[in-house]
Nanobody, 123 residues
Framework: QLQLVESGGGLVQPGGSLRLSCAASGFTLDYYVIGWFRQAPGKEREGVSC????????NYADSVKGRFTISRDNAKNTVYLQMNSLKPEDTAVYYC????????????????WGQGTQVTVSS
């Protein structure tokens, strides 16, 4: 069974850091573009970041540029999202998703989704 599992969420104070992980089982991430998305209460899901299959290209939402870093370790079949200088407005459920291909693409094309991990930024 093809699965993505996110981990690393939690409660953190403003200005703090978290590292989210997205681990794949049942398939190898080598051939997939990986995206991170988030959904805050009462809001639509939005794209946060994505990384190309090779890892050579990354995209970030304007709201997280300079604070978040996406990376991948294909040997571990895992993609990471390092989140620094967290703000209360970063509070959301974070999802990773995978799409077969080379470069970042539209959200609707992502085929495999994880169940999400809660990130709460609050003092």
């Amino acid at each position: 069974q093809l699965q993505l599992v996110e981990s690393g969420g939690g409660l953190v104070q403003p200005g703090g850091s978290l590292r989210l992980s997205c681990a794949a089982s049942g398939f190898t991430l080598d051939y997939y573009v990986i995206g991170w998305f988030r959904q805050a209460p009462g809001k639509e899901r939005e794209g946060v970041s994505c990384i190309s299959r090779s890892g050579g290209s990354t995209n970030y939402a304007d709201s997280v540029k300079g604070r978040f870093t996406i990376s991948r370790d294909n040997a571990k079949n895992t993609v990471y999202l390092q989140m620094n200088s967290l703000k209360p407005e970063d509070t959301a459920v974070y999802y990773c998703a995978a799409v077969f291909g080379d470069v970042c693409t539209s959200e609707w094309k992502y085929r495999y989704w994880g169940q999400g991990t809660q990130v709460t930024v609050s003092s």
